[in-house]
Antibody, heavy 125, light 106 residues
Framework: QVQLQESGPGLVKPSGTLSLTCGVS?????????WTWVRQPPGKGLQWIGE???????NYNPSLKSRVTISVDKSKNQFSLKLNSLTAADTAVYYC??????????????????WGQGTVVIVSS | DIQMTQSPSSLSAFVGDRVTISCRAS??????LNWYHQKPGKAPKVLIY???NLQSEVPSRFRGSGSGTDFTLTISSLQPEDSATYYC?????????FGQGTKLEI
């Protein structure tokens, strides 16, 4: 079955750039699914950051769009997140997930499954 | 953007009870409503997708219902392992959004 694993630095400096990678195993990143980043600040709820398709098409949360880039590397079966101009408010657990899509004609439904285990990112000097 | 509002934000119940968690969308989201649960220190896991479809291996005591903008997660015959935080999520249009969560204490 498909498994996802986040990797990247756990501590980044304010005004710097967060760079995380999500490795996909047990399946191809070129399948008919989107690949998603979600974050969760300490003690708070879930925030959808954005998603990418293997073609490189992306959708971003407008609240983060000016600072976010999500990219895909099909040769390595992984996708990545970059978030710049960091502040303490970006401190969170960052999860990657597959957005599993099922379409019947032009009507599609989707849900996030599976998720990676999450990686803690702290923004601090 | 679509706003998702869950209620209650927390609740306590006993083993064997039945509980209901509500989720309201700020506009119609068709059947694009999912439910997740999250235990402390763990990633969320999908329980129910497309309003009422149980993910594989999810016990039948979980039931999802609703339509349009109003949705409900019902857990009958509560078990100790159901203690978790529950989130609804709309996958109708980006940015996909989550409810603020409901913390269930058994």
């Amino acid at each position: 079955q498909v498994q996802l694993q986040e990797s990247g630095p756990g501590l980044v400096k304010p005004s710097g750039t967060l760079s995380l990678t999500c490795g996909v195993s047990g399946g191809s990143i070129s399948s008919t699914n989107w690949w998603t980043w979600v974050r969760q600040p300490p003690g708070k709820g879930l925030q959808w950051i954005g998603e990418i398709y293997h073609s490189g098409s992306t959708n971003y949360n407008p609240s983060l769009k000016s600072r976010v880039t999500i990219s895909v590397d099909k040769s390595k079966n992984q996708f990545s997140l970059k978030l710049n101009s960091l502040t303490a408010a970006d401190t969170a657990v960052y999860y990657c997930a597959r957005d599993y899509k099922y379409c019947n004609g032009n009507k599609c439904i989707g849900w996030l499954d599976p998720w990676g285990q999450g990686t803690v990112v702290i923004v601090s000097s | 953007d679509i706003q998702m509002t869950q209620s209650p934000s927390s609740l306590s119940a006993f083993v064997g009870d039945r509980v209901t968690i509500s989720c309201r969308a700020s506009q119609s989201i068709s059947s694009n409503l999912n439910w997740y649960h999250q235990k402390p220190g763990k990633a969320p896991k999908v329980l129910i997708y497309a309003i009422s479809n149980l993910q594989s291996e999810v016990p039948s005591r979980f039931r999802g219902s609703g339509s349009g903008t109003d949705f409900t997660l019902t857990i009958s015959s509560l078990q100790p392992e159901d203690s978790a935080t529950y989130y609804c999520q709309q996958s109708y249009s980006t940015p996909y959004s989550f409810g603020q969560g409901t913390k269930l204490e058994i």
